[in-house]
T-cell receptor
C-alpha cells in the first residue's frame, strides 16, 4: 500500500512552453502533497507544499507564477512549469502523506529536459 | 534555519564489515530525524525514524542531541545495502516540511 505515482516519468519540451506533471496517491487519500526538485548529485529541495482545496505554500525563492500547483482532489496534485527554460531542467519528485499521518511516500520522479 | 549535513558523498565498505553513515543537523528546537534510502532505479523510501527506535534491515540510528548527530549504523554490511542514503530532519512546530542532506552513496564491496 501507500503508492504514489507520477506522470510523465520523463518529458522533453521546447523553451517557452509549459509542462504539467501529475502526482497521484493510488491507494490512499492525501490532504497534503509535497513537490521537490533535485539537481544532479544534489539533495532534494522542497519547492512547495500542496494542500487539497487551498493554495499551495511555496518555499522561499520559488516563483509561484512559474511553478503552478493545483491540488484539486485528495488523490491528485499537479505541478505546471510555465514558460519553461533550460535552467528548469531537473528531476521533480512529489510525495504524499496519507490523511491523518505524517509519513511521506515518494513518487518515482519526473525528469524534465527543456531544450 | 534547519540544516542537515552528510559529510561523506561516497562510502565504500567491504561485505561483512561495519557501516556508519554520518549525519549532523542544526535546528533550534527538538527535531524529528529520518533516514531515507534509494536503491538503484527505485524511488526514495523511508528506512527509519528516530522516534520509532527500531532496527530496519539491520540498520539502527540513535539521535544524539548533545552532538546533534543521527548516524546510521549496521554491524555487518550486505551487498544489498548498496544504495543512496539521505538523512532528513523535520521540525516539531506542526510543520511537515522535510529538510534533506546531500546524501551518501554507499557501495558494498563483495
Amino acid at each position: 500500500g501507500a503508492v504514489v505515482s507520477q506522470h510523465p516519468s520523463w518529458v522533453i519540451c521546447k523553451s517557452g512552453t509549459s509542462v504539467k506533471i501529475e502526482c497521484r496517491s493510488l491507494d490512499f487519500q492525501a490532504t497534503t502533497m509535497f513537490w521537490y526538485r533535485q539537481f544532479p548529485k544534489q539533495s532534494l529541495m522542497l519547492m512547495a507544499t500542496s494542500n487539497e482545496g487551498s493554495k499551495a505554500t511555496y518555499e522561499q525563492g520559488v516563483e509561484k507564477d512559474k511553478f503552478l500547483i493545483n491540488h484539486a482532489s485528495l488523490t491528485l496534485s499537479t505541478l505546471t512549469v510555465t514558460s519553461a527554460h533550460p535552467e528548469d531542467s531537473s528531476f521533480y519528485i512529489c510525495s504524499a502523506s496519507p490523511s491523518g499521518t505524517d509519513t511521506q511516500y515518494f513518487g518515482p520522479g519526473t525528469r524534465l529536459t527543456v531544450l | 534555519a534547519q540544516r542537515v549535513t552528510q559529510p561523506e558523498k561516497l562510502l565504500s565498505v567491504f561485505k561483512g564489515a561495519p557501516v556508519e553513515l554520518k549525519c549532523n543537523y542544526s535546528y533550534s528546537g527538538s527535531p524529528e530525524l529520518f533516514w531515507y534510502v534509494q536503491y538503484s532505479r527505485q524511488r526514495l523510501q523511508l528506512l527509519l525514524r528516530h522516534i520509532s527506535r527500531e532496527s530496519i534491515k539491520g540498520f539502527t540510528a540513535d539521535l544524539n542531541k548533545g552532538e546533534t548527530s543521527f548516524h546510521l549504523k549496521k554491524p555487518f554490511a550486505q551487498e544489498e545495502d548498496s544504495a543512496m542514503y539521505y538523512c532528513a530532519l523535520r521540525g516539531y512546530f506542526g510543520n511537515e516540511k522535510l529538510t534533506f542532506g546531500t546524501g551518501t552513496r554507499l557501495t558494498i564491496i563483495p
